[in-house]
């Protein structure tokens, strides 16, 4: 029950932004993509208010304001400058991005200790389910919303706005602004967008800076499904079909979830659909005489039913594997394991969590069970998902990085959680100490251990040295490690750092070479997903320039990185598994203290030594449990500690 009312709540909070959309496509012909930057906007900016303590209410006119100026941008550089729209849009996004980094002044804003609209009907609630209760309150105020912007659209200047999309030259004959009028709908229809991220932002729990990627597709779907659906003429109708469409679309997601699908399967499946179904209207608007264009143009509804029936006939195509069983057998637990993405971050992760599992004597598909999920980089989708595996009944969820944990801990109060390959578990306010924290959680955290790193560099280097790292803001576990790597270099005041931010890996190599000619005499770098994912380019720059790399990333060894001290994830995996244990024999999750990772690796690469002229002193020898020497590695095999402490030894 709560997968599907939880999709039929993100569908209501969605359709703010799905009217947005419609508006500026259907009345305007302009699919405005400026939206995957407002959404995160009106998120940031309704987040940093209610952390200052503002009324998680009075939030939203504020957020419909700064989402309104981003929209008057993109309509005054597309109007006064005539640039494409399209372009125009992609500007604006872009420069959001930034705008939004300096709005939340992090990657991310933790609201599960503040006040939030849920909380707030919570405190109302007369004893009914909370969701269900959330159900009541969106439905009324959804109907609200959609009555008024009919009637809008129905005044005088809504008619005028409708005309100025379907006819400019018409209206401009009648003495009436064009460019004022586009500029204004695109300015309301980024101010719907921005309400919609700050509902979803507390909706959610917490606001971050990628949760508005790829919102211009899905809210085109939610257009077009209830255009399908509801075709008609009349505004009322065509509203209404736009919410509907919204939230027939989020019962989509979760039905895939229900199914098993891949949720990569459904985002090309969108795809399709909405690529299918916008060719298919164009078709039906040529006005041929032919007999044969004249009856599907006569038929024009039963083919967007077609797309309609087509479009969940593929989810079953897609499917992967079974749904999961109702029957929870109290001999075989049933663990929900939830992986933000394909990283090698989360991967290792889930490789350690499976196999010391088995040393556990937990066997998948015979004495237990796991569900495993992974929202691929896609954020709201994680709550979607935690409420699939409340539904399927887990026993104890297991998310994997910290935008799942936060997902999971917003929303789970009851269920055993064990998180792991978290940097910071105190910056999303999952508790306050290893020993104080949420009632039901518990997990395996770490930061990357700079002043081991920058120690191994000076008894490589000595004296005054410069050196330089890279980084995207956009991630947290990102802002910890920076934040330690600073704290880390007031211990060795020789040390210079240059740092560079980029927004993506395209951005890496030309960020790279910019610190090479600054003189640095290594690249330290820290855990950071953009960063590792085109390593490459660093290497390559470390290569040309005779610039080792040192990494805390210990699994970096074979990529190119001369030496390696930090935490293995696999490790990560291996510590999450001895909890489930512990939490499934009956040990209450909050009296079990978070844990730092307990194993460090320190490798060195021969083979890149050779290459940079770099020699290692024997004491750098000695200790380096990973070499990597002609193109092999060996490593110690990695066993976790008798005892449960915290492993602090530098090697």
Not at 502 to 527: D, M, P, R
Not at 560 to 589: C, F, I, T, W
Request: glycine residues 8%; contains cysteine; hydrophobic residues 45%.
């Amino acid at each position: 029950m709560e997968l599907w009312i939880g999709a039929v709540n993100l569908g209501f909070l969605y359709a703010f932004m799905a009217i947005g959309t419609y508006i500026t496509y259907k009345l305007y012909s302009f699919p405005d993509i400026t939206i995957d930057g407002t959404f995160t906007t009106g998120a940031a900016t309704a987040s940093i208010l209610i952390v200052n303590g503002w009324n998680p209410l009075t939030v939203l006119p504020v957020a419909f304001l700064v989402g309104s100026l981003a929209g008057f941008i993109t309509g005054f550089i597309h109007t006064r400058f005539r640039i494409e729209g399209l372009l125009a849009g992609i500007l604006v996004m872009t420069g959001l991005y930034s705008v939004n980094l300096h709005i939340m002044g992090k990657s991310n804003i933790p609201l599960l200790n503040d006040p939030t609209f849920v909380s707030l009907l919570a405190f109302y609630n007369p004893g009914l389910n909370p969701e269900f209760w959330n159900f009541l309150v969106l439905i009324t105020t959804i109907v609200l919303f959609w009555m008024v912007v009919s009637l809008f659209l129905r005044t005088d200047f809504g008619l005028t706005m409708r005309s100025t999309g379907n006819n400019p030259v018409m209206i401009a004959a009648q003495g009436v602004s064009v460019v004022r009028n586009k500029i204004f709908g695109i300015s309301l229809a980024n101010g719907l967008v921005g309400i919609s991220g700050a509902l979803i932002a507390q909706y959610q729990g917490f606001a971050d800076i990628g949760m508005g990627i790829g919102s211009i597709i899905f809210s085109l779907a939610s257009v077009i499904i209830g255009e399908a659906i509801l075709h008609s003429r009349s505004i009322f109708i065509q509203v209404l079909g736009v919410i509907l469409g919204s939230v027939i679309f989020r019962l989509a997601v979760a039905l895939a979830l229900y199914l098993g699908m891949n949720p990569n399967d459904l985002k090309i499946l969108t795809a399709l659909f909405v690529l299918a179904t916008l060719i298919t209207t164009q078709f039906f608007r040529k006005k041929h005489e032919g007999r044969f264009t004249r009856m599907f143009h006569h038929h024009a509804r039963i083919f967007r039913w077609s797309f309609l029936i087509l479009f969940v006939l593929l989810f079953v195509f897609f499917v992967v594997k079974n749904r999961p069983k109702k029957e929870n057998d109290a001999h075989r637990p049933r663990i929900g394991l939830l992986l933000a993405n394909q990283s090698s971050l989360m991967t290792n992760t889930r490789n350690g969590f499976y196999d010391e599992l088995r040393k556990l004597d937990y066997r998948p598909g015979e004495n237990c069970e796991i569900i495993e999920l992974n929202a691929e980089g896609d954020i709201p989708m994680n709550r979607t998902m935690v409420d699939h595996l409340v539904s399927a009944g887990v026993d104890v969820l297991v998310p994997v990085s910290t935008a799942s944990t936060q997902a999971a801990i917003t929303k789970v109060k009851e269920i055993p959680v064990v998180f792991a390959t978290v940097a910071n578990p105190f910056s999303i306010q999952a508790g306050f100490s290893d020993s104080n924290h949420l009632p039901n959680v518990t997990g395996v955290y770490g930061s990357a251990p700079s002043y081991e790193l920058l120690k191994l560099f000076t008894m490589m280097k000595h004296g005054k040295q410069k050196i330089g790292t890279l980084y995207n803001p956009a991630f947290p576990n990102t802002k910890v490690n920076l934040a330690d790597l600073h704290k880390a270099l007031k211990s060795y005041p020789q040390l210079e750092l240059s740092e560079v931010s980029v927004s993506g890996t395209s951005e890496v190599y030309q960020a790279a070479q910019s610190l090479a000619a600054k003189g640095i005499s290594a690249f330290i770098l820290i855990n950071d997903l953009t960063v590792f994912n085109a390593l490459e380019s660093v290497i390559r720059v470390s290569r040309a320039q005779k610039i080792p790399v040192y990494s805390n990333d210990a699994e970096r060894l074979q990529d190119g990185v001369l030496l390696v001290y930090g935490y293995e994830y696999y490790v990560s995996g291996m510590q999450a598994a001895h909890l489930v244990d512990r939490v499934l024999k009956g040990e209450n999750p909050g009296k079990i203290p978070f844990e730092r990772f307990k194993i460090t690796s320190f490798g060195i690469n021969y083979d890149m030594a050779d290459q940079l002229g770099v020699i290692f002193p024997d004491s750098i020898r000695k200790a380096a449990t990973i070499t990597f020497i002609h193109n092999k590695l060996n490593k110690q095999p990695l066993v976790l500690p008798e005892d449960r402490e915290i492993q602090t030894k530098t090697h």
